[in-house]
């Protein structure tokens, strides 16, 4: 989260259409909530909204079978493929010698990892951490994400719900029914101490005025 993830898929497309290459994007989950991907700082590119079901090597082979070129691929939210698919993002790679660009989270609101960027770090040729510091309130390197839940951190719920670093409600429900939802990125000491800010009381922790 605030990491520049997408940011620099976009850019990373953008380099690769300068050169005459013609490319894939998908995404599932984007924050926007449409078939695109976006980044905090403003830009957004038109993207393929893929589900679990989708086989992605499908998608590639459709291009090509109406005429259009696919040299290389990009998936945002990575951390949301299945193993499956981030196996067929291995097949294009090495049996049709298609470029793949994968950009995504390590660890959920848990700090375990998402299955599809457990199954990514076990067969991409190449892992290399977003250049862009991001800091927790405390100054320090944010390296885990936080879910709050009406201003308290929860360590508990369904592994994925899409939300951005400002309040929204849990999918599924009613304007106003349902407790807001936003994440917050945290060192790994207040994201174990459960700690959002400087005067946040963490569990076990008296808070005095």
């Given amino acids: 989260m605030d990491c520049g993830k997408s940011t620099l898929a976009l850019q990373v497309d953008h380099n690769q259409s300068r050169q005459g290459r013609h490319g894939l994007l998908v995404t599932q989950g984007d924050r926007s909530a449409a078939p695109q991907i ?7 590119r038109a993207a393929i909204e893929i589900e679990a079901e989708t086989d992605l090597r499908l998608l590639v082979r459709d291009r090509w079978a109406a005429g259009d070129r696919v040299d290389y691929l990009i998936a945002d939210e990575a951390q949301f493929l299945t193993d499956r698919q981030v196996d067929q993002l291995a097949e294009l790679v090495d049996e049709f010698h298609v470029d793949v660009y994968a950009f995504g989270l390590t660890t959920d609101f848990r700090t375990q990892l998402f299955p599809g960027t457990r199954r990514l770090l076990e067969v991409a040729d190449d892992v290399q951490r977003v250049q862009v ?4 309130w405390c100054g320090l390197p944010g390296l885990l994400n936080a879910r709050v839940v009406d201003g308290v951190m929860v360590r508990a719920g369904e592994t994925v ?16 029914s349902s407790p807001a939802v936003r994440y917050q990125v945290l060192c790994r000491r207040h994201h174990v101490r ?11 922790q008296l808070a005095l005025p």
């Fill in 133 to 136: 510091e991001v800091l927790c």
């Fill in 161 to 176: 719900v899409v939300a951005d670093t400002a309040p929204a409600q849990l999918p599924g429900a009613e304007p106003g």
């Fill in 194 to 204: 459960g700690q959002l800010g400087p005067t946040a009381a963490g569990p076990g």
């Fill in 38 to 44: 976006s980044s905090r700082v403003g830009l957004c």
